[in-house]
């Protein structure tokens, strides 16, 4: 837990003085509580004696409602100040998990999982700076609570406070012995709930999938038993949780008791100490008590967010593994590119997926890779994405290697047109306008044309305001395709890589989609991967794969 605090340290020195006016509003506010239990117990007395006077009950009165106005004013000024931390953390944290993100390359993703990242952006996130804002203020006011109500306590009756306190040490007895079990299961919970959160976001994404294959009962057996299985680990939880807490209430009644027994000898052997100085006692013990109750839950809370902050850390500290070097330069433009023996395979794979590649690529030509499925054809392609350490050789751009240029820098400057074309669910014209560069020179009409998409506006519901859908399933899978061309040739960048996205087109529109590409990108690098021919006939440089070797 301190680890946590100490690495949020640079959010507690940027809003160091919200921090201090919270902790004095916190101290004003505890304090302020302990006054009226003391006047109570002087008026029950003068009641007891028949010594009160009008005028006095005026000024206990005045003075209790001061109090509640003190109390109603410094708590609000506390939660305003908690709920701003709470929202300007939750904001920062999300924001370097974010980035974070956008830092990583191909290796982490295939490590961490949609559905996973999801769970640790929100509800780990959200746990995190409510622990560092909320649940650490409601800590210092327990601290606070019990420093303030114990020397009350002292002040009144010393030996009772010693006996009255007595079951109190059984409470840090069951911390010890639950709050490692809470953790582990708390963990647990996380890791299982982030799972199903993957398993629901693949049932949704591939429905059409699911449902074309009939295989709705099958997914939704699988979803249910993995739900059972979250069911039954929160279970746990809630159980020990269940124990855990009312402990806390059990001790607290026994102490009361023990004051009560105690404080009622006291009285009646007229050992110096009235009736009103036991109400007194037993509203102080209340609020001792009370705080030691909040405490347990705290302490719940506590070991809670500790497994959350490890998860959020491990992702906002996770290093890319493709680094710029500190003298990388930005890459300009694309003159030439050249495979010289490269040979690469996947992190976690022992076969190299493509061997021994030698290509070279001058500003104005096309390449054509063709091959069949497994080939290497997109490994060999992303390579210039660099998305992955390359393993073996390397590849040159203007005669530099890869590893020269800046990562941005270099993907600013190609196109690149998957084989699952990635589509967010917006419009059709926010999904092209993300192809937007500083190279861009022609208009959105234009590209649209050129991918030879017009011809499908007149069937989308509102056009270019018509949103695509998750993944882009309101449109066909050809329209998707020429959706991404268009977008790629928005971005107009010095190299284009269309990796087999014509897959899903017919002749006629292939054809014509090829002609523009001609016309339009000629100075230009084009790298064109497919299984037919037909698309990269016209190439200026074609080579044919086979298990991961250039054989023609």
């Not at 940027?14 to 505890?30: D, R």
């Not at 003068?46 to 109090?67: E, W």
Request: aromatic share 10%; hydrophobic share 45%.
């Amino acid at each position: 837990m301190p680890t946590m605090f100490k690495e949020l340290g640079w959010f507690i020195k940027k809003e160091w003085y919200k921090y201090i006016l919270i902790i004095i509003f916190t101290v004003i506010y505890t304090y302020v509580l302990t006054i009226p239990p003391k006047y109570i117990g002087l008026v029950i007395d003068l009641i007891a004696s028949n010594g009160l006077s009008m005028d006095y009950a005026v000024r206990i009165i005045a003075i209790i409602l001061g109090t509640a106005m003190i109390i109603y004013l410094s708590e609000v000024g506390k939660n305003f100040l908690t709920n701003k931390l709470f929202h300007n953390l939750y904001y920062e944290i999300r924001n370097r998990f974010l980035r974070s993100i956008f830092r990583q390359d191909g290796e982490f993703f295939e490590e961490y999982y949609s559905g996973d990242l999801i769970s640790r952006a929100t509800s780990d996130s959200n746990t995190v700076a409510r622990v560092s804002t909320h649940v650490f203020f409601h800590l210092l006011d327990t601290i606070a609570m019990l420093i303030i109500a114990f020397s009350s306590l002292i002040a009144l009756n010393p030996q009772l406070t010693f006996y009255s306190i007595l079951p109190l040490p059984i409470i840090f007895l069951i911390v010890i012995i639950l709050r490692p079990k809470i953790m582990k299961n708390w963990k647990k919970v996380r890791s299982e709930v982030s799972h199903l959160n993957n398993l629901v976001m693949e049932s949704v994404t591939h429905a059409k999938l699911i449902r074309g294959f009939v295989k709705e009962k099958e997914d939704k057996a699988k979803l249910s038993k993995m739900s059972e299985q979250v069911y039954k680990t929160e279970r746990l939880a809630v159980l020990m949780q269940s124990v855990f807490q009312p402990s806390f209430k059990m001790v607290t009644v026994i102490s009361q008791g023990i004051a009560l027994a105690y404080g009622s000898y006291l009285i009646m052997n007229q050992l110096d100490f009235t009736v009103g100085s036991l109400v007194s006692f037993n509203l102080y013990l209340g609020m001792f008590a009370s705080p030691l109750f909040r405490l347990g839950n705290q302490i719940t809370v506590l070991s809670q967010s500790t497994v959350s902050y490890e998860r959020i850390s491990e992702i906002i500290n996770h290093p890319p593994s493709i680094i710029d070097k500190e003298d990388a330069v930005d890459l300009e433009k694309v003159d030439s590119i050249e495979y010289q023996n490269l040979s690469f395979k996947y992190p976690k794979d022992n076969d190299y997926i493509i061997k021994n590649i030698n290509i070279s690529l001058k500003q104005g030509e096309t390449l054509g890779v063709v091959g069949k499925t497994g080939s290497g054809k997109t490994t060999l392609v992303r390579q210039l994405l660099r998305q992955y350490l390359i393993s073996e050789g390397n590849v040159y751009i203007n005669d530099q290697p890869l590893e020269n240029y800046t990562k941005e820098s270099l993907r600013q400057n190609v196109a690149y047109v998957p084989q699952e074309h990635q589509l967010f669910s917006r419009t059709v014209m926010e999904n092209l306008l993300l192809g937007l560069s500083p190279n861009t020179e022609i208009s959105v009409s234009e590209a649209i044309e050129m991918a030879d998409f017009e011809k499908d506006l007149p069937f989308l519901t509102d056009g270019l305001e018509t949103i695509v859908g998750e993944s882009g399933v309101t449109l066909s899978g050809g329209q998707k395709q020429r959706l991404s061309i268009a977008r790629a040739f928005l971005k107009n960048a010095p190299v284009l890589i269309m990796d087999d996205s014509l897959s899903a087109v017919d002749g006629i529109t292939e054809m014509n989609i090829l002609k523009h590409l001609r016309n339009y990108r000629q100075g230009k690098i084009n790298i064109i991967t497919s299984h037919r021919l037909t698309v990269v006939e016209e190439a200026d440089k074609i080579i044919v794969l086979d298990k991961g070797k250039i054989v023609e």
